[in-house]
Each structure stands twice: as structure tokens, then as C-alpha cells.
């Protein structure tokens, strides 16, 4: 297995290396420190990233405010710097298989909004990948809290 670890903030990619580090696993990781978004979009430009399995994305969710707006439906399209459209646009220039870290308030028609990759024709139907469905979510709970902390989407082959 081979990972390649990306995030924009120096300081975190340090934290991921040593975690690596601890774990034994760091020869397995290529950390790059730049902006995910823009190596995605630029993944084969240089011939660089030729087979990627999957991608893992979690993007930021909007600042300190997304906490202050409680448990209303969190707007994949208003995230920003980039839209949950735009992150999958770019994650699927890399690989059909992605999975997506959100906050518990994402919404499944907001979810299923971000398959259209997936679309083969005009209309509404999905090309299964592998025999799949094209997403499933998951509510991540942790430790005894009755109350889901985040959402993972999974789409493509990874469901």
C-alpha cells in the first residue's frame, strides 16, 4: 500500500509524519505539503499521479461559524474556499472511488446531488461501478455520544 498524504498547512503534514513516524508506517506515505485542490486538478499535467485508487477528502467546512448554525442542513454548495461540487469535480479527476469527511448536518439529498459524476446519460440514471450502489453514508459516532459528530460519503467502488 502506498498513501500520499496532502494538506495546505505545513504544520499538519508535520503532525501526520510524526504520527506516521510513531506507527511505522512512514515509508509507506509521500507527505505533500500544497493545496489538495490544486494537485487534484493538476494530477496528470506533469504524469506524476498515474493510478490512484481512491481519494479521501476532508475539506474544510466553512470556519468557525459552521459550528454557531446548529443542526439545520449544511450546504454542500455554500462551503468554501471550494464547493462540495468542486471537490468532487477535482477528486474524480483522480480516481471514480472517493469518500468524503463532512459535517453530521450534511444533508442525503445534498449527497446525492455530488453523484452525478457517475451519470451516463442526461437523464437521472447512474452507471454502477463494480456492481455497486454509487453512495453510501455513513454517521460517525464516537466514544458513548448518542449524537453523530460527521458524515462519511463514500462513492464509486468504495460502498
Known amino acids: 500500500m502506498y498513501v500520499i498524504a496532502v494538506d495546505i498547512d505545513h504544520v499538519k503534514i508535520g503532525l501526520a509524519r510524526n504520527n506516521a513516524r510513531v506507527y511505522g508506517v512512514e515509508q509507506y506515505i509521500e507527505f505533500i505539503?500544497?493545496?489538495?485542490?490544486?494537485?487534484?486538478?493538476?494530477?496528470?499535467?506533469?504524469?506524476?499521479?498515474?493510478?490512484?485508487?481512491?481519494?479521501?477528502?476532508?475539506?474544510?467546512?466553512?470556519?468557525?461559524?459552521?459550528?454557531?448554525?446548529?443542526?439545520?442542513?449544511?450546504?454542500?454548495?455554500?462551503?468554501?474556499?471550494?464547493?462540495?461540487e468542486q471537490i468532487m469535480h477535482a477528486a474524480m479527476t483522480v480516481s471514480r472511488n472517493v469518500a468524503v469527511y463532512l459535517p453530521r448536518s450534511t444533508s442525503l439529498a445534498g449527497l446525492a446531488q455530488l453523484v452525478h459524476p457517475f451519470r451516463t446519460t442526461e437523464k437521472t440514471e447512474l452507471a454502477p461501478v463494480s456492481g455497486s450502489t454509487m453512495l453510501e453514508v455513513e454517521r460517525n459516532h464516537f466514544k458513548q455520544e448518542r449524537k453523530a459528530k460527521a458524515t462519511t460519503a463514500y462513492f464509486g467502488a468504495l460502498v
Open 33 to 84: 505539503h500544497a493545496n489538495a485542490m490544486t494537485l487534484m486538478q493538476n494530477a496528470y499535467a506533469g504524469g506524476r499521479l498515474r493510478c490512484v485508487d481512491a481519494v479521501f477528502c476532508s475539506p474544510p467546512w466553512g470556519g468557525p461559524g459552521y459550528a454557531a448554525r446548529g443542526d439545520e442542513d449544511f450546504d454542500l454548495a455554500g462551503m468554501k474556499p471550494y464547493t462540495g
